[in-house]
């Protein structure tokens, strides 16, 4: 785990910089709970309180976050764009979501809607977090054309086909 090294000012503190890093460190890296932390530290033979881990990370965590957010890799630019109809209490909802060249998500929406109003308005979402893509591929929805032309006119879009699976028995 990478601890950044340009803290705010720890005087008055019981335990040193390293221990206090370390616990808001892998309270957000790792998504744990305070008694996690907790535990996490006294295996280290570090005794500390829930309540101590707390305040810590709401006075040290923005700083923490900030950093494993600036050391995250940027995303590609190259973005596949592909929705996904799934039953949510009965009701027919749209999972519409982009993933990167390398495999991350980089953004998620569940709507009622299958439009090229909502595909808009979530490819418009997408630019402004992580700017205009150079590659969008996306499956055969025609809700897709008119956003990626007016919001990334730089972009070349590709279609790709729906999946085929292949038997290797077969092919062989």
């Known amino acids: 785990m990478k601890i950044p090294t340009s803290l705010p000012r720890l ?3 019981r335990f040193p910089r ?3 890093a370390y616990a808001v460190c892998a309270y957000h890296r790792f998504a744990l709970s305070t008694a996690d932390v907790e535990d996490l530290l006294a295996e280290r033979g570090v005794i500390v309180s829930r309540e101590a881990v707390r305040l810590w990370v709401n006075r040290f965590g923005r700083h923490f976050a900030n950093c494993i957010r600036r050391d995250r ?6 973005w596949h764009l592909d929705e996904v109809v799934i039953p949510i209490r009965g009701k027919k ?3 519409w979501r982009t993933i990167g060249a390398n495999g991350e998500v980089l953004d998620i929406l569940v709507q009622t809607r299958r439009s090229g109003k909502a595909a808009k308005r979530f490819f418009k979402g997408l630019i402004t977090q992580f700017g205009a893509p150079r590659v969008v591929i996306t499956d055969k929805l025609r809700s897709y054309i008119k956003p990626i032309k007016t919001l990334a006119p730089d972009a070349t879009g590709t279609r790709r086909a729906a999946s085929v699976l292949i038997d290797p028995a077969k092919t062989a």
């Open 73 to 78: 890799p940027r995303p590609n630019d190259k």
């Open 18 to 20: 390293e221990i206090i």
């Open 93 to 95: 909802h749209w999972l």
């Open 11 to 13: 005087k008055g503190f």
